[in-house]
T-cell receptor, first 112, second 113 residues
C-alpha cells in the first residue's frame, strides 16, 4: 500500500522567513503533485512534477522531486501572509494520473 | 474556460438515506475522479471514470458507487448513509493525456445526521 507522509503537519512562521515542507512516499513513482487548499475551499494545483530531478518555481514557492529518494520538497522563500493555507502533496499511484494518494497536508500559518 | 462544477454544494441527510452528487468536468476532459476528504482520514481516492467506464476504484465499501455519462458528466451515489460518510466530496477532471494534471471542483459538503 502506498503511503505518503508530509512533514511538518503544522508550520507557523514569520513573514520573510524561508522554510521547506517535505513529502516522502513509499513506492516508486515518477509523478508528484502539489496542491494548495484554503479553508473551506477546493484544491488548487500548484506544481506537476513528472520526472526525477524536476524542479518548478512559481513566485515564492519552489518544488522539486527526487524519485530515487522518494522525496519531494516544497520550499517557501520569504514567506508572506497570503501563503497561509494547507499544502498537500499527492503521488500518482498508477503513473497515469488517474489515482492520487495524498499526504496528510501541511497547515502553514504565516504571521506578520 | 469554465472549471469543474459540482452540485449541490451542501447537503444534509440522515442515516440510512441515500444521496447522489453530480460533477461536470471541464469541457474536453474525459476523465473524472472522485475523492473524499475528512478530518480523520484526509483525502482518499474513491473512483475514476473514463469514457463511461470505471477504470479504478479505491478502498471503499460497495455503498459508494458512481457512473459517467456520454457527455463526461459524472455522478456518485452513496446508499445507506452512515455518520462517517460526512465529508467534503471532491471531483476532479483531466484530459486523459500523459501530462495529467487534475483540476478539482469546489466540492460537495455532505453532512449526515
Amino acid at each position: 500500500e502506498l503511503k505518503v507522509e508530509q512533514n511538518p503537519l503544522f508550520l507557523s512562521m514569520q513573514e520573510g522567513k524561508n522554510y521547506t515542507i517535505y513529502c516522502n512516499y513509499s513506492t516508486t513513482s515518477d509523478r508528484l503533485y502539489w496542491y494548495r487548499q484554503d479553508p473551506g475551499k477546493s484544491l488548487e494545483s500548484l506544481f506537476v512534477l513528472l520526472s526525477n530531478g524536476a524542479v518548478k518555481q512559481e513566485g515564492r514557492l519552489m518544488a522539486s522531486l527526487d524519485t530515487k529518494a522518494r522525496l519531494s520538497t516544497l520550499h517557501i522563500t520569504a514567506a508572506v501572509h497570503d501563503l497561509s493555507a494547507t499544502y498537500f502533496c499527492a503521488v500518482d499511484m498508477d503513473n497515469a494520473g488517474n489515482m492520487l494518494t495524498f499526504g496528510g497536508g501541511t497547515r502553514l500559518m504565516v504571521k506578520p | 474556460k469554465a472549471g469543474v462544477t459540482q452540485t449541490p454544494r451542501y447537503l444534509i441527510k440522515t442515516r440510512g438515506q441515500q444521496v447522489t452528487l453530480s460533477c461536470s468536468p471541464i469541457s474536453g476532459h474525459r476523465s473524472v475522479s472522485w475523492y473524499q476528504q475528512t478530518p480523520g482520514q484526509g483525502l482518499q481516492f474513491l473512483f475514476e471514470y473514463f469514457s463511461e467506464t470505471q477504470r479504478n476504484k479505491g478502498n471503499f465499501p460497495g455503498r459508494f458507487s458512481g457512473r459517467q455519462f456520454s457527455n463526461s458528466r459524472s455522478e456518485m451515489n452513496v446508499s445507506t448513509l452512515e455518520l462517517g460518510d460526512s465529508a467534503l466530496y471532491l471531483c476532479a477532471s483531466r484530459t486523459g493525456s500523459r501530462v495529467n494534471e487534475q483540476f478539482f471542483g469546489p466540492g460537495t459538503r455532505l453532512t449526515v445526521l
